[in-house]
């Protein structure tokens, strides 16, 4: 167990960080952000801060000398410089990074395990595309194999003309078949290194752009059916990699049951609502987790809970937002409100 008053090192200095950092503080932790830019939003709530490149062993050794454990914010660390670690814990294992780097390799585990993720091939060539777009069928999404987020690296294909003018970018990626949900959820779950699995209640999500934009739950009836199936494969997942700590799986929901979208080795937009609409936040038992302290309850405080992303400008509205008592607001502490930036969210409970 390493005990409160010990430094918790985050790889990664984005809002994830800034929000375990907090929970950590809470619990009488300090923390330490490794992060390569020097505006860290997660340094301004921590005790120290290396500002260096993922693949700056020696930065990643001194940093690793002030730390009792280490977790990550972002899931594309590097792994290999992770060796420079050396011994100090690292929580998730570092076999989460390599599976959730890798759409390929992402889909091909979930596959192994009894998932089931879109249709899907790897292209690396025209030549692929086509054939994977008369294998699979079209329309369809073409993703990068590495270095996407939210909806990035990603081109939509109407139909095989239109691949046959797309420019394909020169790096490995993964053609999937377009799924036609009715709905997108979320599996957030925290386990400890004695293998206790606690879940958070599941939210329904709704994107705008490839961004999430709404995150609510108790999620519909219909979702709801999905949940134990959805549930047994995030199970597999954290048992098989020996997971430490707050695992998010992405799910499309449709009539055929929960079609695996992606697997997120960290804390999780989708789980913000936590800070105030459960009774543990998944950032407190993430840290709880990783320090291996007991997991707090990961019940609903209220009947319903939703959360808005506060997206680019969005977040300039903070004064009306919080001219009503009902909102929690929350803001990162981003200098520029660029578009698709996410700048903060909004969770109101309702109690009665
Ligand atoms: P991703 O970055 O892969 O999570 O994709 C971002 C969003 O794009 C998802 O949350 C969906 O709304 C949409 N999307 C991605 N892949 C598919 C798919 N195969 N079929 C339908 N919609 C998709």
Same mark, same amino acid.
């Given at each position: 167990?390493?005990?409160?008053?010990?430094?918790?090192?985050?790889?990664?200095?984005?809002?994830?960080?800034?929000?375990?950092?907090?929970?950590?503080?809470?619990?009488?932790?300090?923390?330490?952000?490794?992060?390569?830019?020097?505006?860290?939003?997660?340094?301004?709530?921590?005790? &120290?801060?290396?500002?260096?490149?993922? =693949?700056?062993?020696? *930065? #990643? /050794? @001194?940093?690793? $000398?002030?730390?009792?454990?280490? %977790?990550?914010?972002?899931?594309?660390?590097?792994?290999?410089?992770?060796?420079?670690?050396?011994?100090?814990?690292?929580?998730?294992?570092?076999?989460?990074?390599?599976?959730?780097?890798?759409?390929?390799?992402?889909?091909?585990?979930?596959?192994?395990?009894?998932?089931?993720?879109?249709?899907? &091939?790897?292209?690396?060539?025209?030549? =692929?595309?086509?054939? *994977? #777009? /008369? @294998?699979?069928? $079209?329309?369809?999404?073409?993703? %990068?194999?590495?270095?996407?987020?939210?909806?990035?690296?990603?081109?939509?294909?109407?139909?095989?003309?239109?691949?046959?003018?797309?420019?394909?970018?020169?790096?490995?990626?993964?053609?999937?078949?377009?799924?036609?949900?009715?709905?997108?959820?979320?599996?957030?779950?925290?386990?400890?290194?004695?293998?206790?699995?606690?879940?958070? =209640?599941?939210?329904?999500?709704?994107?705008?752009?490839?961004?999430?934009?709404?995150?609510?739950?108790?999620?519909?009836?219909?979702?709801?059916?999905?949940?134990?199936?959805?549930?047994?494969?995030?199970?597999?997942?954290?048992?098989?990699?020996?997971?430490?700590?707050?695992?998010?799986?992405?799910?499309?929901?449709?009539?055929?049951?929960?079609?695996?979208?992606?697997?997120?080795?960290?804390?999780?937009?989708?789980?913000?609502?936590?800070?105030?609409?459960?009774?543990?936040?998944?950032?407190?038992?993430?840290?709880?987790?990783?320090?291996?302290?007991?997991?707090?309850?990961?019940?609903?405080?209220?009947?319903?809970?939703?959360?808005?992303?506060?997206?680019?400008?969005?977040?300039?509205?903070?004064?009306?937002?919080?001219?009503?008592?009902?909102?929690?607001?929350?803001?990162?502490?981003?200098?520029?409100?660029?578009?698709?930036?996410?700048?903060?969210?909004?969770?109101?409970?309702?109690?009665?």
């Amino acid at each position: 167990m390493i005990p409160p008053g010990e430094t918790i090192g985050i790889l990664g200095g984005g809002q994830l960080g800034r929000m375990i950092a907090m929970a950590a503080a809470q619990l009488g932790y300090r923390t330490h952000i490794f992060a390569p830019e020097q505006d860290s939003i997660a340094a301004e709530v921590s005790a &120290a801060f290396t500002c260096a490149g993922f =693949d700056d062993r020696d *930065a #990643i /050794a @001194r940093f690793a $000398a002030d730390c009792a454990v280490i %977790t990550y914010e972002f899931e594309n660390v590097p792994v290999t410089p992770l060796a420079a670690l050396k011994g100090v814990p690292l929580h998730p294992h570092p076999k989460a990074l390599e599976i959730a780097q890798d759409r390929l390799a992402e889909k091909n585990f979930v596959r192994d395990l009894g998932g089931s993720p879109a249709p899907f &091939a790897p292209v690396d060539s025209s030549a =692929d595309l086509t054939e *994977a #777009i /008369a @294998r699979i069928g $079209a329309p369809g999404i073409l993703k %990068t194999r590495r270095d996407g987020y939210d909806g990035k690296g990603q081109w939509r294909i109407g139909s095989p003309d239109d691949a046959a003018t797309l420019t394909l970018p020169g790096q490995p990626l993964v053609y999937e078949g377009f799924i036609n949900f009715f709905a997108e959820f979320s599996v957030l779950l925290c386990r400890g290194d004695d293998g206790d699995i606690r879940f958070w =209640d599941t939210p329904e999500n709704v994107h705008q752009g490839g961004i999430l934009s709404l995150s609510s739950v108790p999620a519909s009836d219909r979702i709801a059916a999905l949940v134990p199936e959805a549930r047994t494969l995030a199970t597999k997942v954290a048992e098989t990699l020996g997971y430490v700590g707050v695992l998010t799986l992405e799910f499309f929901a449709t009539d055929d049951g929960p079609v695996f979208n992606e697997v997120a080795p960290r804390v999780h937009n989708s789980g913000h609502w936590t800070i105030e609409g459960a009774l543990t936040s998944q950032f407190e038992n993430h840290v709880r987790a990783i320090c291996g302290l007991p997991m707090g309850d990961t019940a609903l405080a209220a009947r319903a809970v939703k959360m808005d992303n506060l997206i680019g400008d969005d977040a300039h509205d903070w004064p009306k937002i919080l001219s009503d008592p009902a909102n929690h607001l929350h803001l990162y502490g981003k200098a520029a409100a660029r578009p698709g930036r996410k700048m903060g969210h909004v969770t109101r409970l309702t109690l009665d």
